[in-house]
Each structure stands twice: as C-alpha cells, then as structure tokens.
C-alpha cells in the first residue's frame, strides 16, 4: 500500500510503501479516492501545531472514498471523513488504505464526487457555522466578506446570499465605508482593520484565518466608540453545529446551489499539492487521489 509520510518536520514527504492497516473494534477501513490538502496539514507538517501525531506521520484531516470493511457502514458505501484526530493526533489519510474512527465518517451522496467530498468540510462548515451561530445573520443584513476568493471566502459568499442577506467581496483597494452588519474576515493581518472600517456601528466582525497575518493592530478606542463586537470562530470547539450541518451542506454541492473550486494532484505530488495551497491568490482547494473515481 502507498502512503505519504513525514519523517522530520518541515522536511517534504516522502512517498513510501506501508503494510496494509487491519482495523478492529470502532474502525472501519476506507480505500481512498481523495484526500485534502490543507491549511492545518501545513500547520502539523510544520511541528507548530500544539499537538501532532509521533514521527513519521502519514498528514491529512480529511478524505473520502469506499468503505472495505467495517460496522457502521457497509462495504462499498461512500464516505467522507473529518475529525477524530485524523493527521492531529494519529496517521491521517495520506495514503490509499485509511483506518478510521467510526465517529469520523459520514455517508457521501452519489451526486457529490469524492473530490469535492473531501475537500467540503472545513470551508463549507466553517462559513456555515461563522454566518449562522457566531454571527447570526439575518435576512436583509448587510454582509461583507474579506478575502472572498479563497474556499471559505467564496461558500460564505454562496451561503450569505441564500440566507437573504446582501452581500459585498471587501476590496482593500479601496476606502472602505460603514455600510456592513456583518464582516466574515479570512485574512487576518494589516487587512482585518481596513475591513472593520466597513461595518456599521454595533456590528459584528466574524475572524475565520489569517491569511494574511497572524497578527493585527487595531485602533482600540476607534473599536470601542464603534462598539463592533470581534467574534473568533474556533471550529473545533464548534464541531457538532459542524457536523450537524454537513448533510445539508453536500445536498447543496450535489444540485448545484454551492460551488466549490478543486484541483486534484496524485499522491505522490504531495510536496507540489502542499507548495500550491501556499501560493498567494491560488483559487479552491487542493486534493490527493488514489485509484480510479
């Protein structure tokens, strides 16, 4: 079996042949068709993360493909997983056989690829959960939404709109006026106090990533006179509003009404899959396959 492994951090990894998992009691073995290349697998890779698995690791958080063997599922059904300390905590799903918590699946429709039912979660969720249970957006509220291009940025855009509310990509281009209810901020950085500029007195700026900078400075009293509440979304905390979101959430890739950008590597371009996700203005997400789709 192929896997993908890192055997120092921030060195590249290596593509190498492992003995086949065997499951067991509350794991099921999945054979992988698609497996994500994201953010936080860039953060473990770098040892910054405040856990990680033990040296060598195979990366990865998330995945989909079929089932091989396992109770909660049967063989051959179509799944995604995410989450129990997949890539974090235990080897991820950088290779072509995965051995998964039974917590961590989720049936995968027919209608949704395995590309997209890889790479899904944690935009989709993560702006599902920004806009309805940290900021609570309304019909008719005024939405503004830096970095609007990226994964994220682009669903909360799709996600906003289907929610009644009028919706604006911020451009750091240009002076922004107070015009927003809701700022969904991705970027972080010197363009997080450009964007708080462009909402309403007593609005609400929901912080997503940092893209841009893991630090800000912000103009406290201006803050304060404003009265914007800053609202940080910890999606891990937030994992069951996450979870309970994502059926409906693939209902919306599989007819359309959600749109996600992905661009699929094979497994032993895991380094490039890993350069790309890391280059300024790179559009969707980037994905690993094994096998044939």
Known sequence: MKAVRVHAWGEPPRLEDLAEPRGGPGRTLVRMHAATVGHIDRTVWSGQFLRH?????????????????GDRFKAGTRVWMRGAGLGIARDGTWRETIEVPDE?????PSGVSFAL???????CTSAWVALHEVARVQPGERVL???????????AMQLAQEAGAE????DATQEATPQADVLVDMVGGTVLPQALRGVKPGGRAVLVGYAGGAE???DLPELLQRDIALLPLNIIRREAAARAAAPHLLQRIADGRVQLAVREFPLAQAAEAMQWIATRGHGG???LTAHEH
């Open 53 to 69: 698995p033990p040296l060598p690791y195979v990366p990865g958080v998330e995945a989909a493909g079929i089932v091989v063997s």
């Open 104 to 108: 961590a699946l989720g049936e995968l």
């Open 117 to 123: 039912g890889s790479a899904f979660f944690s935009p």
């Open 145 to 155: 939404v830096s970095g609007a291009s990226g994964a994220v940025g682009s669903i």
């Open 167 to 170: 919706v604006q990509a911020f």
């Open 216 to 218: 800000a400075r912000i």
């Open 285 to 287: 997400r980037a994905v």
